[in-house]
Nanobody, 119 residues
Framework: QVQLVGSGGGSVQAGGSLRLSCAASGSFFSIMTMGWYRQGPGKQQELVATITSGGSTIYADSVKGRFTISRDNAKNTVSLQMNSLKPEDTAVYYC?????????????WGQGTQVTVSS
């Protein structure tokens, strides 16, 4: 059993900041990447940011310079610091982890957390 439990999110005015956190727990061997995806109203799910166990990061162009992803490998946690938020950042944000369990790499997802940015 693997669980990803996210926290943070909420409502903020444009220009404000929020921080999302996610913790992975359960039975697994290792985690390759952790990250955040989002799905806005009427939109498809999109990658926001990912980070490998070695610290390599990927960001969506729309969030570069505003969002920062970080990870604590010892605690199996990932965080997303979101600054200078814009109304277009409004979405449900999902935590993701690609991890090895029983010799198989699989993607696991958190329950999603709402981020609402008002203008």
């Amino acid at each position: 059993q693997v669980q990803l439990v996210g926290s943070g999110g909420g409502s903020v005015q444009a220009g404000g900041s929020l921080r999302l956190s996610c913790a992975a727990s359960g039975s697994f061997f290792s985690i390759m990447t952790m990250g955040w995806y989002r799905q806005g109203p009427g939109k498809q799910q999109e990658l926001v940011a990912t980070i490998t166990s070695g610290g390599s990061t990927i960001y969506a162009d729309s969030v570069k310079g505003r969002f920062t992803i970080s990870r604590d490998n010892a605690k199996n946690t990932v965080s997303l610091q979101m600054n200078s938020l814009k109304p277009e950042d409004t979405a449900v944000y999902y935590c993701n982890a690609r991890l090895s369990r029983g010799g198989i790499w699989s993607d696991y997802w958190g329950q999603g957390t709402q981020v609402t940015v008002s203008s």
